[in-house]
């Protein structure tokens, strides 16, 4: 008897192939929905191609901020000579950043790629900034933040109504929440990208998002009026997978949502 794996059939043919190999199709409509439909990708992400925070920074945070680096065709980021995500992620990046329009720098080519699949706007995570999530230097991790937002606001006003930025704020003091939500909002984002995994605080002590020391950060949150974001990614898996490990992946990331 075959095995059953000999007998899967894949569609389309030979599988879908990586992301950076697709092209849109739709010509501008979407099969199947009413005429006027607005298609909102509320999932998409974007790289970051150029180097803001070591640009942007003042002349005393410069060394403390990562830099923005092209490596193997992934766009990432690297803390002097140490990158600053792990390969696995590097490789995912790998399929998607050689794409044209995947990436801050080509954001004209980005709206016609999305109109040529019949996308009339997007709301776009960042990729290789999930790796300051984690990062030590919390004073760099909020200017970094701070920097990209004002970047996102220059990307929307160059496609206002199409593309919309989730922006990134301090989640780990009262003070700070409330001091990059209200910039945030000032400058025009709509939403924000909160952690799964709270990471630690300044005294390096886990954070735990339902203490009490956490009350000032939701009420900022509450006062701006801003919704919260939260995405996949964050819980890579803890043992070797030399099968299908991306897919293993993918389905391992609920597990930080089941969690929350």
Same mark, same amino acid.
């Given at each position: 008897?075959?095995?059953?794996?000999?007998?899967?059939?894949?569609?389309?043919?030979?599988?879908?192939?990586?992301?950076?190999? #697709?092209?849109?199709?739709? @010509?501008?409509?979407?099969?199947?929905?009413?005429?006027?439909?607005?298609?909102?990708?509320?999932?998409?992400?974007?790289?970051?191609?150029?180097?803001?925070?070591?640009?942007?920074?003042?002349?005393?945070?410069?060394?403390?901020?990562? #830099?923005?680096?092209?490596?193997?065709?992934?766009?990432?980021?690297?803390?002097?000579?140490?990158?600053?995500? !792990?390969?696995? $992620?590097?490789?995912?990046?790998?399929?998607?950043?050689?794409?044209?329009?995947?990436?801050?720098?080509?954001?004209?080519?980005?709206?016609?790629?999305?109109?040529?699949?019949?996308?009339? #706007?997007?709301?776009? $995570? !960042? *990729?290789?900034?999930?790796?300051?999530?984690?990062?030590?230097?919390?004073?760099?991790?909020?200017?970094?933040?701070?920097?990209?937002?004002?970047?996102?606001?220059?990307?929307?006003?160059?496609?206002?109504?199409?593309?919309?930025?989730?922006?990134?704020? *301090?989640?780990?003091?009262?003070?700070?929440?409330?001091?990059?939500?209200?910039?945030?909002?000032?400058?025009?984002?709509?939403?924000?990208?909160? !952690?799964?995994?709270?990471? *630690?605080?300044?005294?390096?002590?886990?954070?735990?998002?339902?203490?009490?020391?956490?009350?000032?950060?939701?009420?900022?949150? @509450?006062?701006?009026?801003?919704?919260?974001?939260?995405?996949?990614?964050?819980?890579?898996?803890?043992? !070797?997978?030399?099968?299908?490990?991306?897919?293993?992946?993918?389905?391992? *990331?609920?597990?930080?949502?089941? @969690?929350?």
């Amino acid at each position: 008897m075959a095995r059953q794996a000999d007998t899967l059939q894949l569609y389309p043919p030979g599988g879908p192939g990586a992301p950076k190999d #697709r092209h849109g199709h739709a @010509e501008g409509t979407v099969s199947g929905l009413p005429a006027g439909t607005k298609v909102f990708s509320a999932d998409n992400h974007i790289s970051l191609s150029e180097d803001i925070f070591f640009e942007r920074a003042p002349d005393s945070m410069k060394d403390r901020v990562p #830099r923005v680096v092209n490596q193997d065709d992934a766009w990432t980021m690297n803390v002097g000579d140490r990158p600053l995500l !792990p390969p696995g $992620f590097t490789g995912v990046l790998m399929q998607y950043d050689p794409l044209p329009g995947s990436s801050t720098g080509d954001l004209d080519t980005r709206l016609a790629q999305l109109e040529g699949d019949g996308v009339t #706007r997007e709301l776009a $995570f !960042p *990729n290789a900034l999930l790796g300051l999530m984690g990062y030590p230097d919390l004073e760099a991790r909020e200017l970094s933040f701070r920097i990209y937002n004002e970047y996102l606001a220059e990307l929307q006003a160059r496609a206002p109504g199409r593309f919309y930025g989730v922006g990134l704020i *301090n989640w780990w003091d009262g003070d700070g929440a409330r001091r990059t939500l209200t910039e945030l909002k000032a400058l025009g984002i709509t939403t924000f990208w909160l !952690p799964l995994k709270a990471g *630690n605080n300044a005294d390096g002590k886990a954070i735990d998002y339902n203490s009490r020391h956490m009350t000032p950060v939701w009420e900022a949150v @509450e006062e701006s009026g801003l919704p919260v974001s939260h995405h996949i990614g964050e819980g890579m898996i803890s043992a !070797p997978c030399a099968q299908n490990g991306y897919a293993v992946s993918m389905v391992h *990331n609920a597990a930080p949502f089941r @969690e929350m």
